[in-house]
């Protein structure tokens, strides 16, 4: 059984382009999660799906970012126009239910 | 977000016992984690403890809990220098999010 699968593990992007970051959960979670981890901080909740759901989304950005969980395929995370300051290591975790995560290895975005 | 908080760094001789502290802000968490990052890596859980509960053994791994004073430790037992990596607590809050710390530098010297 696979664990959580995120890729790519490194993106780097030019301002202003935009990033995708995908996470296929395991085998039999419906729930995702995104975290986020600034350098030199500790990881930082952003958004809760189910499949085809948002069920929480109170610590993502309020612009340029957005979420999905398709019916089919994995999760992802869109990061439209990216500037400097988006550059840190994003996470993404999975369970079957609420809590009880297991985390992926990360994707590292760089912005130049 | 709780606020978690850590030391930033800690240095120990191999062999020897690593305590790693951590304060954490939220009364009602469920659990609180001790996961383990290698350069480059993702998170591995490394072990949790529930809320009321004051130790749990796991091997090499022994976490204490204070819940009146907040305080969480995990200590390592016979420090290896595969064990040099960044180590974070967290706590759940929200039911299903976690909070973490900063993280500690764990540097293990020969």
């Known amino acids: 059984n696979a664990g959580v699968m995120q890729n790519p593990r490194h993106l780097v992007r030019r301002r202003g382009q935009e990033a995708r970051l995908r996470c296929s959960p395991m085998?039999?979670?419906?729930?995702v999660y995104w975290y986020r981890q600034l350098p030199e901080e500790g990881l930082k909740f952003m958004v809760y799906?189910?499949?085809?759901?948002?069920?929480?989304e109170s610590g993502m950005p309020k612009e340029r970012f957005s979420a999905e969980f398709p019916k089919e395929g994995p999760s992802i995370l869109r990061i439209q126009q990216v500037v400097r300051g988006d550059s840190a290591a994003y996470f993404c975790?999975?369970?079957?239910?609420?809590?009880?995560?297991?985390f992926g290895s990360g994707t590292r975005l760089t912005v130049v | 977000g709780e606020d978690v908080e850590q030391s930033l760094f800690l240095s120990v001789r191999e062999g020897d016992s690593s305590v790693i502290n951590c304060t954490y802000t939220?009364?009602?968490?469920?659990?609180l984690y001790w996961y383990k990052q290698e350069p480059g890596a993702g998170l591995q859980l490394l072990t949790y403890?529930?809320?009321?509960?004051d130790m749990k053994q796991d091997q090499r791994l022994t976490v204490l809990l204070n819940k009146k004073d907040k305080h969480l430790s995990l200590r390592i037992a016979d420090t290896q220098t595969g064990d040099s990596a960044i180590y974070f607590c967290?706590?759940?809050?929200?039911?299903?999010?976690?909070?973490f710390g900063a993280g500690t530098t764990v540097t293990v010297r020969a």
């Open positions: 975790a999975s369970s079957p239910g609420p809590g009880g995560y297991t």
């Open positions: 085998k039999g979670h419906s729930h």
């Open positions: 939220d009364s009602s968490s469920t659990y």
């Open positions: 403890i529930f809320s009321n509960m």
């Open positions: 967290a706590e759940t809050y929200d039911d299903y999010k976690l909070s």
């Open positions: 799906l189910q499949k085809e759901n948002i069920i929480d």
